[in-house]
């Protein structure tokens, strides 16, 4: 699936870069400008960050489910990169009705 539109990146080229992330670091957090750095991009009109960080949140959850990890460390992590998505919520900085987003 098409994620960005503006730079022809698709879910899997995203989730990818993803786990090449985590595997240099388990415990980053991660972010579309991350994401898109590591693929030598960069955001153009950025409609596409709400979908990555949903996918880089579940990716990510996949991830650490997969690894020796404890399950407290788990929750704990991923509590609070969805308490910053609440935080720092896209749709008062994406200047756009939600109603256009997949995720």
């Known amino acids: 699936m098409l994620v960005c539109h503006c730079n022809l990146i698709t ?3 995203i989730e990818e870069a993803i786990i090449d992330l ?7 957090l991660i972010v579309p400008a991350k994401v898109y750095h ?3 991009k960069r955001g153009r009109c950025c409609g596409c960050f709400p979908n990555v960080v949903e996918t880089i949140i579940r990716v990510t959850e996949h991830y650490h489910l997969r690894s020796d990890a ?5 929750v704990s992590h991923m ?3 969805r308490e910053l998505r609440v935080q720092y919520g ?13 995720a």
């Open 11 to 13: 879910e899997k080229e």
């Open 90 to 102: 896209s749709r008062n900085h994406e200047r756009r009705n939600a109603g256009h987003r997949a």
């Open 79 to 81: 509590d609070r990169v």
């Open 38 to 40: 590591s693929l030598q």
């Open 22 to 28: 985590l595997e240099a670091d388990p415990w980053q």
């Open 70 to 74: 404890s399950e407290v460390d788990i």
